[in-house]
């Protein structure tokens, strides 16, 4: 029932080499629907508010066989549909240059004895410093597309691309693994693109990082204890008997780099701080920060690497610990690159809230492993199409003029309301002459208040 509006139409058709002409028919519909649904995203719920000409028949057995086998049966993969999904996002959005990628692993809450893949794993958002919560639930380890818009005060988005999911047990993949495996396509995609990856903590392993690609810098956090040593191997005394050394002496580690910075109280020497001026997490700020180049065994072998310690003077940010494996990049460039992180932690709620991807229940293996994903992939086609045209749209400019104070337009509840409002009048207009369509659309729209009560 609901119009592909014109401005919609090219990035939907840009997908369809990923599924066979019914897939894609289906796919179409699914796409309308989830960005439709105003209640709880359950696929029952995403399929009537697709077809609300006409409510399901409850007592009919098998009414959504064709949205479960969208999931379950149809010949559509994730790595065939992330990779349209990156060639649209780097065509459309004319990414030049070396293209950021940020890395992070987040909890969908489910619940079920035979829900396939459930475990318990760490659920950041309950978390504390002090106190380490867990939740039953999907851990998806994801890959997005970090995006910066120079016309706007938000300047970086985070568009999903890949998701792979963490399994429970000692055997599974870690979540580093999973995250090389899909940087590994990424780079075989493009085998000419140059790529900086943004992570955590928990992906400054060896798991990703050992043998990394030329083609890849990595910017990320380490540990404040960690043991580092020098770069520059000493020589080895004449007739030396034993291992020769493959690694400097003990350097300092951030921690106590930080320490030794404190403690200098002249302008000279190698441990001193200095006053760079950034724009992280959407204010510019002066930061002091602390950089020397180390070699760092345990997460990348004998590679040297550059590490950043930064500290907010007005003690607002705790200290972090950076580094980067370009030993030639800037201390405000590693800064500003590993904020621009922040982006996909707004990504996962967002993708929480809006589409509810937490809402769709299925218990088979192929169902699991594709709905999360699709659903991801959804999420970058709509904000791909609300940068590059559905701005400009006489929807979004209504949308604007009642946006409150702390409303953002860039954010996808906002996107996700223009595309609403501009499928619902395509849907009025066309019909709106004659009298009988016009009931027949009353009554859909009275069928889709019902489906959200």
């Given at each position: 029932m609901w119009p592909m509006i014109p401005s919609l139409e090219p990035f939907v058709q840009a997908l369809a080499p990923a599924f066979t002409l019914p897939s894609f028919h289906t796919h179409c519909q699914l796409l309308l629907g989830w960005a439709l649904c105003l209640g709880n995203h359950r696929l029952c719920r995403v399929a009537d508010t697709a077809q609300p000409q006409a409510l399901r028949d409850h007592a009919q057995r098998h009414g959504l066989d064709t949205t479960?086998?969208?999931?379950?049966?149809?010949?559509?993969?994730?790595?065939?549909?992330?990779?349209?999904?990156?060639?649209?996002?780097?065509?459309?959005?004319?990414?030049?240059?070396?293209?950021?990628?940020?890395?992070?692993?987040?909890?969908?809450?489910?619940?079920?004895?035979?829900?396939?893949?459930?475990?318990?794993?760490?659920?950041?958002?309950?978390?504390?410093?002090?106190?380490?919560?867990?939740?039953?639930?999907?851990?998806?380890?994801?890959?997005?597309?970090?995006?910066?818009?120079?016309?706007?005060?938000?300047?970086?988005?985070?568009?999903?691309?890949?998701?792979?999911?963490?399994?429970?047990?000692?055997?599974?993949?870690?979540?580093?693994?999973?995250?090389?495996?899909?940087?590994?396509?990424?780079?075989?995609?493009?085998?000419?693109?140059?790529?900086?990856?943004?992570?955590?903590?928990?992906?400054?392993?060896?798991?990703?990082?050992?043998?990394?690609?030329?083609?890849?810098?990595?910017?990320?956090?380490?540990?404040?204890?960690?043991?580092?040593?020098?770069?520059?191997?000493?020589?080895?005394?004449?007739?030396?008997?034993?291992?020769?050394?493959?690694?400097?002496?003990?350097?300092?580690?951030?921690?106590?780099?930080?320490?030794?910075?404190?403690?200098?109280?002249?302008?000279?020497?190698?441990?001193?701080?200095?006053?760079?001026?950034?724009?992280?997490?959407?204010?510019?700020?002066?930061?002091?920060?602390?950089a020397y180049e180390v070699v760092w065994p345990t997460a990348l072998g004998l590679r040297p690497v550059r590490i950043v310690v930064v500290r907010d003077p007005g003690e607002k940010l705790r200290d972090a610990y950076l580094f980067t494996t370009d030993r030639d990049a800037s201390v405000a460039w590693v800064v500003t690159q590993f904020a621009w992180r922040w982006s996909i932690e707004v990504l996962f709620r967002a993708s929480k809230q809006v589409p509810d991807i937490e809402a769709p229940q299925h218990d088979a293996r192929e169902a699991v492993e594709k709905v999360a994903p699709w659903v991801w992939s959804l999420q970058s086609v709509i904000m791909v199409w609300y940068i590059t045209a559905g701005r400009t749209l006489p929807e979004a400019e209504e949308l604007r003029a009642v946006m409150g104070e702390w409303d953002s337009e860039w954010s996808l509840r906002h996107m996700v309301a223009v595309l609403r409002r501009a499928t619902v009048n395509a849907a009025i207009e066309p019909i709106s002459g004659e009298p009988a369509d016009l009931l027949k659309l009353c009554e859909a729209l009275k069928n889709c208040v019902n489906l959200a009560a």
């Amino acid at each position: 029932m609901w119009p592909m509006i014109p401005s919609l139409e090219p990035f939907v058709q840009a997908l369809a080499p990923a599924f066979t002409l019914p897939s894609f028919h289906t796919h179409c519909q699914l796409l309308l629907g989830w960005a439709l649904c105003l209640g709880n995203h359950r696929l029952c719920r995403v399929a009537d508010t697709a077809q609300p000409q006409a409510l399901r028949d409850h007592a009919q057995r098998h009414g959504l066989d064709t949205t479960y086998n969208f999931f379950e049966r149809a010949a559509w993969t994730v790595p065939g549909l992330a990779y349209r999904l990156a060639v649209l996002i780097f065509t459309r959005l004319n990414l030049c240059g070396a293209i950021t990628l940020l890395v992070d692993d987040t909890l969908a809450h489910k619940r079920g004895k035979h829900v396939w893949g459930l475990g318990w794993f760490r659920d950041a958002v309950a978390s504390t410093q002090k106190r380490t919560a867990t939740a039953s639930g999907h851990n998806w380890v994801v890959v997005a597309v970090a995006v910066c818009l120079p016309f706007s005060h938000t300047p970086i988005l985070a568009l999903p691309l890949l998701a792979r999911l963490h399994r429970p047990g000692k055997a599974q993949p870690s979540c580093p693994q999973l995250a090389r495996a899909m940087l590994a396509e990424v780079l075989a995609w493009f085998p000419g693109r140059r790529f900086t990856v943004v992570g955590d903590g928990g992906y400054a392993s060896k798991a990703l990082l050992a043998g990394l690609d030329e083609r890849v810098t990595f910017v990320g956090r380490l540990r404040g204890d960690a043991a580092l040593f020098g770069p520059r191997v000493p020589k080895a005394p004449a007739g030396q008997r034993g291992r020769k050394a493959t690694k400097g002496p003990r350097l300092p580690s951030p921690k106590q780099a930080a320490a030794k910075a404190d403690r200098q109280r002249t302008g000279g020497g190698a441990w001193v701080w200095q006053d760079v001026a950034v724009t992280a997490y959407g204010q510019a700020r002066t930061l002091r920060a602390l950089a020397y180049e180390v070699v760092w065994p345990t997460a990348l072998g004998l590679r040297p690497v550059r590490i950043v310690v930064v500290r907010d003077p007005g003690e607002k940010l705790r200290d972090a610990y950076l580094f980067t494996t370009d030993r030639d990049a800037s201390v405000a460039w590693v800064v500003t690159q590993f904020a621009w992180r922040w982006s996909i932690e707004v990504l996962f709620r967002a993708s929480k809230q809006v589409p509810d991807i937490e809402a769709p229940q299925h218990d088979a293996r192929e169902a699991v492993e594709k709905v999360a994903p699709w659903v991801w992939s959804l999420q970058s086609v709509i904000m791909v199409w609300y940068i590059t045209a559905g701005r400009t749209l006489p929807e979004a400019e209504e949308l604007r003029a009642v946006m409150g104070e702390w409303d953002s337009e860039w954010s996808l509840r906002h996107m996700v309301a223009v595309l609403r409002r501009a499928t619902v009048n395509a849907a009025i207009e066309p019909i709106s002459g004659e009298p009988a369509d016009l009931l027949k659309l009353c009554e859909a729209l009275k069928n889709c208040v019902n489906l959200a009560a």
